[in-house]
């Protein structure tokens, strides 16, 4: 049974740093893309970076570009986000994502088969 499970996330005060982690279980994904979406209260979910499943590359939302890092650990089967200078506008539920059959990543939902339980960032003003 394929699982990811996000940890990592809290509270902060705006102009701080967390580190997302999200550790996958039940098969390795180290030829697919696997990234993250949020969702901030009363909004549509929406991708924040992703990662490809074999050279690397990245995308990530305008929104958090140059302040987001998206990084995986292949023998850990483990992937990252790195996120610093956080804003009131970065407080949702992240979640961690990974496709069955795509290595590049995308911002599209129906992309990515597998998907966590969500973890919590705030950040304060």
């Known amino acids: 049974q394929v699982q990811l499970v996000e940890s990592g996330g809290g509270l902060v005060q705006a102009g701080g740093s967390l580190r997302l982690s999200c550790a996958a279980s039940?098969?390795?994904?180290?030829?697919?893309?696997m990234g993250w979406f949020r969702q901030a209260p009363g909004k549509e979910r929406e991708f924040v970076a992703g990662?490809?499943?074999?050279?690397?590359?990245?995308r990530y939302a305008d929104s958090v570009k140059g302040r987001f890092a998206i990084s995986r650990n292949y023998a850990k089967n483990t992937m990252y986000l790195e996120m610093n200078t956080l804003k009131p506008e970065d407080t949702a539920v992240y979640y961690c994502?990974?496709?069955?059959?795509?290595?590049?990543?995308?911002?599209?939902?129906?992309?990515?088969?597998?998907w966590g339980q969500g973890t919590q960032v705030s950040v304060s003003s």
């Open positions: 994502v990974a496709s069955w059959t795509y290595s590049d990543p995308s911002d599209r939902e129906t992309n990515y088969a597998y």
């Open positions: 990662l490809s499943g074999s050279y690397g590359s990245t």
């Open positions: 039940g098969r390795t994904f180290s030829k697919s893309a």
